[in-house]
């Protein structure tokens, strides 16, 4: 009999922890409660949607009859993250933008924006309604909800570029098309993961599971980078995103870096000095340049253009080096960068613009450096 009453209690205690535990889980993104009350401006009550909505109604690539619409501002909100496959119709520029929907008044439009407590989204959804759209819903939760979830955010391209830029944060640019195509050309400091070799070749991916990574393809007709993209997710990393517009959309916008005759030196391997110092100041984006420093160094001052990749993770990484562009070492005095000269000519010798900077070079915090070649 007591042993009965000890059990019923266990269970009963077991459940309070359960709901206590539950309680604890939030159900909403700080600061995105739902108000206790929908506010006068809102979309009509029958027609607001939630994240599981949202998701099922996911196309790639778009299409006509499903339309996910971004009203937030595009470049302080939209390319920095929206909700994959969205087009961005900022509200305060519907009237001329308006012309983005589909023809068909039918389409089901999904308007969201940045919370329960913006209106952006509800006044989209009426302008469309204006239009003649009998299909419309707002994703009143919006994107915070949608991060909330942990479902992958799509980036665009502007977004890529000030991530390469701002150097020391941790990520990993993958490009998921065929190694053929990655040879074509790619985005500046993207490794090769063919999706269709994704489990074969994931030991590439970094050990930190909460590393962003962006995954990019062909372009919005790619389903490749979302592919990829959900593989990663189910290996537990937590910061994925996928830059939907990809190498088709960063040749739009940013072009390609114009390829250099490089002038060697006096050793094998070398580069010219006076050409380089040339490069730094007129085309750095012209070759690939990868500093081979310790963090710490690199840190303390380098080159603007430069990558930091330290002589253990040129090893590493070595086979994900592409042609695309001559590839050139620095470090501070030649030794270290010449190790990873002579180390690309053992292991890549299919790699044949490669090259190494023989001098001692100083560097400042603020960019500055002096470049005195090795005699």
């Known amino acids: 009999m007591r042993a009965a009453i000890h059990a019923k209690l266990l269970t009963a205690a077991l459940v309070v922890l359960a709901l206590a535990l539950a309680g604890c889980s939030a159900k909403h993104a700080p600061g995105n409660e739902p108000p206790a009350q929908a506010p006068e401006w809102s979309y009509n009550a029958e027609d607001i949607v939630d994240a599981a909505f949202v998701k099922q109604h996911i196309n790639v690539p778009r299409t006509d009859d499903v339309v996910i619409i971004d009203a937030r501002p595009h470049m302080a909100k939209y390319v920095k993250g929206y909700i994959p496959t969205a087009i961005n119709i900022p509200q305060t520029k519907f009237d001329e933008m308006g012309t983005m929907l589909p023809e068909s008044k039918d389409a089901l439009l999904v308007f969201y924006c940045g919370g329960y407590h913006c209106k952006l989204s509800h006044k989209g959804a009426r302008a469309a309604e204006k239009l003649g759209y009998t299909n419309v819903k707002v994703y009143a939760a919006g994107m915070p909800d949608w991060k909330h979830h942990g479902y992958d955010v799509a980036v665009e391209s502007e977004y890529v570029k000030d991530l390469l830029a701002e150097r020391g944060k941790a990520y990993l640019l993958v490009d998921s098309r065929p190694h053929n195509k990655f040879l074509d050309g790619h985005i500046p400091s993207s490794v090769n993961i063919p999706d269709s070799q994704f489990e074969e070749m994931a030991g590439m991916l970094p050990a930190d599971k909460s590393t962003e990574l962006v995954f990019y393809c062909g372009g919005f007709h790619c389903k490749l980078s979302h592919k990829s993209a959900d593989k990663a997710r189910a290996m537990g990393y937590t910061n994925v995103r996928i830059n939907e517009s990809g190498y088709p959309g960063w040749k739009k916008e940013f072009g390609g870096a114009q390829a250099v005759a490089i002038q060697e030196g006096g050793a094998m391997g070398t580069m010219d000095v006076a ?85 001692t070079i100083e560097y400042s915090e603020d960019g500055g450096y002096t470049i005195t070649p090795n005699k």
């Open 275 to 359: 050409q380089f110092r040339k490069i730094l100041e007129e085309n750095p984006d012209s070759v690939r340049l990868i500093d081979v420093r310790d963090p710490d160094e690199y840190k303390a001052g380098h080159f603007q253009s430069a990558e930091n990749m330290p002589v253990d993770q040129v090893e590493e990484n070595i086979e994900s080096f592409s042609g695309d562009k001559p590839v050139v070492f620095v470090c501070s005095t030649g030794a270290r960068s010449g190790e990873c000269y002579y180390m690309m000519l053992d292991k890549r010798p299919d790699m044949e613009d490669v090259y190494y900077i023989e001098a």
